[in-house]
């Protein structure tokens, strides 16, 4: 692999065609993480970008497509496409945003930010999560935005809190309902970035892959990129202001190797036996790379065309997969032949696709080891395969708010076109 090639050039020779990205907009400043991976999975050179905001009325449609080119930087708008979906009348917005991303834009995968998926103490008004059955799908007249004469939540920021009751210290903000008003048709472009309403909005994402991005998470990649933003803020656009800005600086072409891979000198190397974090000053690869992604998946028999997704999408020798099994042992403790044979034959896959790939069986359900797995070897992005049912299952609910990484949400019974 050269030194001289770029990160979007190496991804040129594995993946040779285009394909179309979605990225949903709110007003919440949490769409920096979603679009900070968009960017790393982007190649403007042969994708097409699509940006997404439901609003409730065609009134909201001017502020919409404000919003979506303020996130947007230079360097990609050549291959953005702007769309606003309007809540139609027989559905809730949910459903109407999911119709019209399934219909219009068909995408390969979507992004969406999340920023109240935190902690597993997180109580709400029906009370823990943990203590929820299922997050059913919205239905006409029941969700926000579901009946047209319904009240609309309007949102403010208060601070995330810590489990002694105390404010938290954290990269992101944390969005709260306070009041009700009939006559902001935009409200929920910034109510698609809060946790329990994302919770309600992925049932109807079940067209692609969908990149739901936590900024607690623990995973080296995104606090890199962070810090790369940070560094070139008076270069970056309004993605990392407030809402709505009255002025801002102006857009800049930045390098997307350097913006979204940052430099990997005196960076990190990952141990292929512990899947721990490793201080070194030895570079992993071509410093235009910089640093790479961890991804874990929690392996099913049927994962053979998600990792060849992964295999796809992500740079071999660079890239670092994490494997598990979860309720791998039996009533006596020993490891399931299946639960080996898995691990074995999809450690065999990676191989052939020179990746390398730490391997490791799990105790218990997924909602119970899985968060235990990733504050051990803190990877960016958790894959999880979605079981056929309507909404998403108590499990999955408490493994979203209770694991601190990012998750890449595999709908059920999908296939990548060929």
């Not at 900070?36 to 999975?41: I, N, P, T, V």
């Not at 219009?104 to 008004?125: E, V, W």
Request: hydrophobic share 40%.
């Amino acid at each position: 692999m050269s030194a001289g090639l770029s990160a979007e050039q190496i991804k040129l020779r594995r993946r040779k065609k285009g394909i179309r990205l979605c990225l949903l907009v709110s007003e919440s400043n949490s769409c920096r993480s979603a679009y900070r991976f968009l960017k790393a999975f982007l190649m403007p050179s042969l994708d097409e970008l699509h940006l997404v905001t439901a609003v409730t009325s065609e009134r909201g449609r001017a502020t919409a497509l404000a919003r979506q080119r303020e996130v947007l930087e230079a360097e990609v708008m050549d291959c953005a496409r702007y769309h606003v979906a309007v809540k139609e009348e027989d559905y809730t917005l949910f459903e109407s945003l999911g119709r019209y991303i399934t219909a219009t834009i068909r995408p390969h995968i979507i992004f969406m930010a999340s920023t109240n998926l935190c902690t597993s103490n997180a109580q709400g008004k029906n009370g823990p999560v943990s203590s929820r059955i299922v997050v059913p799908a919205a239905r006409g007249g029941t969700g926000p935005g579901g009946s047209s004469s319904a009240g609309q939540q309007m949102l403010r920021r208060t601070p995330t809190m810590s489990r002694n009751g105390a404010p938290a210290t954290s990269s992101g903000p944390s969005l709260a309902p306070i009041t009700t008003s009939t006559t902001s048709p935009t409200v929920n472009l910034g109510t698609l970035g809060s946790s329990c309403l994302a919770l309600r909005l992925l049932p109807e994402l079940r067209c692609a892959p969908v990149l739901l991005a936590k900024y607690n998470s623990k995973g080296p990649w995104l606090a890199a990129t962070a810090a790369s933003a940070a560094t070139a803020a008076p270069l970056t656009p309004a993605i990392t202001s407030t809402l709505f800005p009255q002025s801002r600086p102006a857009s800049a072409v930045v390098s997307r190797s350097s913006s979204m891979r940052p430099s990997a000198s005196g960076g990190g190397s990952v141990s292929s036996g512990g899947g721990s974090v490793l201080s070194s000053s030895s570079s992993l690869s071509s410093s235009s790379m910089g640093w790479p992604m961890r991804v874990m998946i929690d392996l099913q028999p049927n994962s053979r065309h998600v990792l060849e997704w992964l295999f796809e999408h992500f740079t071999p020798g660079h890239d670092h997969l994490f494997l598990t099994v979860s309720q791998a042992f039996d009533g006596q403790h020993n490891v399931k032949p299946s639960a080996q044979r898995l691990l074995t034959a999809f450690g065999v896959q990676a191989a052939v696709n020179s990746f390398e790939a730490d391997k490791s069986v799990l105790a218990g359900p997924v909602n119970k080891s899985l968060p235990q797995a990733v504050m051990e070897s803190e990877p960016d992005v958790l894959v999880l395969q979605t079981p056929r049912c309507r909404g998403v299952p108590s499990n999955i609910v408490e493994l979203l708010y209770t694991a601190k990484t990012s998750f890449l949400i595999w709908p059920p019974d999908y296939t990548p076109a060929a």
